[in-house]
Nanobody, 122 residues
Framework: QVQLVESGGGLVQAGGSLRLSCAAS????????MGWFRQAPGKQREFVAAISRSGDSTDYADSVKGRFTISRDNGKSTVSLQMNSLKPEDTAVYYC???????????????WGQGTQVTVSS
């Protein structure tokens, strides 16, 4: 089992940047693919980005491609999401997730953090 704790959320103006971090504890971090998802008020949770166990493969939602970058540090058991050129539509609670395989769907992930709020003002 793995426990996940997100940090780094906050309020930022459109065009600004934020860096989210997710710290993992428990079983070997490097045995999990990691993902970031987000959920806006009244909407379903959606895929944002994912990274393979080794960090050599990544996937992004079309809506964030070119603006967001996912990375991981297996030595520190952390995964990060660098978010640039933020837009008001990026406003959501962002969740870190861990699973056996990298995927775009929620069922790919077995463990979830509690989420961190990102608010982008126009």
């Amino acid at each position: 089992q793995v426990q996940l704790v997100e940090s780094g959320g906050g309020l930022v103006q459109a065009g600004g940047s934020l860096r989210l971090s997710c710290a993992a504890s428990g079983r070997s971090f490097s045995s999990y693919a990691m993902g970031w998802f987000r959920q806006a008020p009244g909407k379903q949770r959606e895929f944002v980005a994912a990274i393979s166990r080794s960090g050599d493969s990544t996937d992004y939602a079309d809506s964030v491609k070119g603006r967001f970058t996912i990375s991981r540090d297996n030595g520190k058991s952390t995964v990060s999401l660098q978010m640039n050129s933020l837009k008001p539509e990026d406003t959501a609670v962002y969740y870190c997730a861990a699973g056996a395989t990298r995927g775009l769907g929620l069922p790919n992930y077995d463990y979830w953090g509690q989420g961190t709020q990102v608010t982008v003002s126009s």
